[in-house]
T-cell receptor, first 111, second 112 residues
Framework: GENVEQHPSTLSVQEGDSAVIKCTYS??????FPWYKQELGKRPQLIID?????GEKKDQRIAVTLNKTAKHFSLHITETQPEDSAVYFC??????????FGTGTKLQVIP | EAGVAQSPRYKIIEKRQSVAFWCNPI?????LYWYQQILGQGPKLLIQ????????DSQLPKDRFSAERLKGVDSTLKIQPAKLEDSAVYLC??????????FGPGTRLTVT
């Protein structure tokens, strides 16, 4: 089955700096890679996603890059703000449309 | 468009008791997922339905967990008997024709 690894588990950045979170996956059939933001006590919220036929996607301060050959994808947040503080999860949609989540990255943006 | 509904939102039970959770997906969404999210971890898929059929239940502890989606709409997840390690948030999500999953608010289960 699919295995998704996510690093780092915690990340602290100064407000205004960039944050990068990386994930690797094992199933070469995976074709959809969403990123979720989860605030304490709330449901995961989709913030950006990318399909396997695209190498990069950007939405304002958030971007995702995908390297299919190396089987890894990354979330980039620029100009971080305190409200970006949360836990971020990557995920991969593989065979039979099964979704596997990464272990999460707790991002702290220090004002 | 109404979102994914779940009930109850919170439940406290003693170990060895049974509990059931309910999920009503977004209208027209054929795919329904149940996830278990233990504090500090990512959501773990328990079971995935496509209409009323099971697509994947490989991580469902079948000796104590069961789930059904009889009419291909709403779904129930049951735990019987509960163990301390079942304390978690149980998330339901549904998906339509796009890849995006829509999550419900979750049910926070505490087993004492």
């Amino acid at each position: 089955g699919e295995n998704v690894e996510q690093h780092p588990s915690t990340l602290s950045v100064q407000e205004g700096d960039s944050a990068v979170i990386k994930c690797t996956y094992s199933d070469s059939a995976s074709n959809y890679f969403p990123w979720y933001k989860q605030e304490l006590g709330k449901r995961p919220q989709l913030i950006i996603d990318i399909r396997s036929n695209v190498g990069e996607k950007k939405d304002q301060r958030i971007a995702v890059t995908l390297n299919k050959t190396a089987k890894h994808f990354s979330l980039h947040i620029t100009e971080t703000q305190p409200e970006d503080s949360a836990v971020y999860f990557c995920a991969a949609l593989g065979g039979y449309q099964k979704v596997t989540f990464g272990t999460g990255t707790k991002l702290q943006v220090i004002p | 468009e109404a979102g994914v509904a779940q009930s109850p939102r919170y439940k406290i039970i003693e170990k060895r008791q049974s509990v059931a959770f309910w999920c009503n997906p977004i209208s027209g969404h054929a795919t329904l997922y149940w996830y278990q999210q233990i504090l500090g971890q990512g959501p773990k898929l328990l079971i995935q339905f496509q209409n009323n059929g099971v697509v994947d239940d490989s991580q469902l502890p079948k000796d104590r967990f069961s789930a059904e989606r009889l009419k291909g709409v709403d779904s129930t997840l049951k735990i019987q008997p509960a163990k301390l390690e079942d304390s978690a948030v149980y998330l339901c999500a549904s998906r339509g024709f796009t890849y995006e999953q829509y999550f419900g608010p979750g049910t926070r289960l505490t087993v004492t």
